[in-house]
């Protein structure tokens, strides 16, 4: 159980196009899903938090407006990098909680997309 | 505020060696604490956890137990092997918040044959 999958694996695009990477929790209710972002060789940063239905959290010095989070449903986050550019290619880790005891008292990690701005 | 110091890596090991990778807090009260496992190209893997003080995790051959008077949380494990390779994430979360976080940088283990 407490299976997260992330899709795109891998995407490589251009420099001012916008990408969608989603995240869902496949065998539990995610009330509150993360989203990190990690550097070659670093840990992980914090980007924001979601909570099902409202309007995402963000970390001081992450920019909402280029790192649009929608948690639209129970099972289902979505980060869209607007305009990316080159400095925003790094490595993107999805992580979700449930709301029963089972799944609350840790996260559970997606497996990540690589994301190459040219 | 909270952190996670882990030592630097990367450790490299022989085949059935003996591993400890340490990890020390810093927190108010009492977080509870993990071990994440990143295998290459991939996320994170929950290896194990403790929540209280004393409390002894362990995981496929791993072991860690909970240190309040050290504030530590060293990973061990008996004899590694090659598949054992990764880079290991201690962490942190506060007092009844699991929504907050915090790890360590993270140290490599390379495991030769």
């Known amino acids: 159980g407490a299976v997260v999958s992330q899709h795109p694996s891998r995407v490589i695009c251009k420099s001012g196009t916008s990408v969608k990477i989603e995240c869902r929790s496949l065998d539990f209710q995610a009330t509150t899903m993360f989203w990190y972002r990690q550097f070659p060789k670093q840990s992980l940063m914090l980007m924001a938090t979601s909570n099902e239905g409202s309007k995402a959290t963000y970390e001081q010095g992450v920019e909402k407006d280029k790192f649009l989070i929608n948690h639209a449903s129970l099972t289902l986050s979505t980060l869209t990098v607007t305009s990316a550019h080159p400095e925003d290619s790094s490595f993107y880790i999805c992580s979700a909680r449930g709301s029963t005891r089972r799944y609350q008292e840790t996260q559970y990690f997606g497996p990540g997309t690589r994301l190459l701005v040219l | 505020g909270d952190s996670v110091t882990q030592m630097e890596g990367p450790v490299t090991l022989s085949e059935e060696a003996f591993l400890t990778i340490n990890c020390t807090y810093t927190?108010?009260?009492?977080?509870?604490l993990f071990w994440y496992v990143q295998y290459p190209g991939e996320g994170l893997q929950l290896l194990l956890k403790a929540t209280k003080a004393d409390d002894k995790g362990s995981n496929k051959g791993f072991e860690a137990t909970y240190r309040k008077e050290t504030t530590s949380f060293h990973l061990e494990k008996g004899s590694v092997q090659v598949s054992d390779s990764a880079v290991y994430f201690c962490?942190?979360?506060?007092?009844?918040?699991?929504?907050?976080?915090?790890f360590g940088s993270g140290t490599k283990l390379n495991v030769k044959p």
């Open positions: 962490a942190l979360s506060g007092v009844g918040n699991f929504n907050k976080f915090y």
């Open positions: 927190a108010t009260g009492y977080p509870s």
